[in-house]
Nanobody, 115 residues
Framework: QVQLVESGGGLVQAGGSLRLSCAAS????????MAWYRQAPGKQRELVAR???????NYADSVKGRFTIPRDNAKNTVYLQMNSLKPEDTAVYYC?????????WGKGTLVTVSS
């Protein structure tokens, strides 16, 4: 069983920055990959950023150059560093972990970017 707890969401003005955290209940090295997804009102959930256990990363085109997905192995935590935020980044952000072929999700944290 895996628990993922997100934090760090909130209200920020366009152009600002925010860092989301995802704390896992076990070593993040045990996961094949961890990722951040987001879901805006009326839209499907979409992949934002992903990092494999080996450290390879990939990003949605819409966030490349603005978002990064660093991790702190000692804290079993993955982050989503979001810079140059835009109103279209407004969404609920979810942490995801792939553990032994099973996908686990956090409950999400709301990010609102005002114009």
């Amino acid at each position: 069983q895996v628990q993922l707890v997100e934090s760090g969401g909130g209200l920020v003005q366009a152009g600002g920055s925010l860092r989301l955290s995802c704390a896992a209940s076990r070593s993040i090295f045990s996961f094949n990959a961890m990722a951040w997804y987001r879901q805006a009102p009326g839209k499907q959930r979409e992949l934002v950023a992903r990092i494999t256990s080996g450290g390879s990363t990939n990003y949605a085109d819409s966030v490349k150059g603005r978002f990064t997905i660093p991790r702190d192995n000692a804290k079993n935590t993955v982050y989503l560093q979001m810079n140059s935020l835009k109103p279209e980044d407004t969404a609920v952000y979810y942490c995801n972990a792939d553990f032994l072929g099973i996908s686990y999700w956090g409950k999400g944290t709301l990010v609102t970017v005002s114009s």
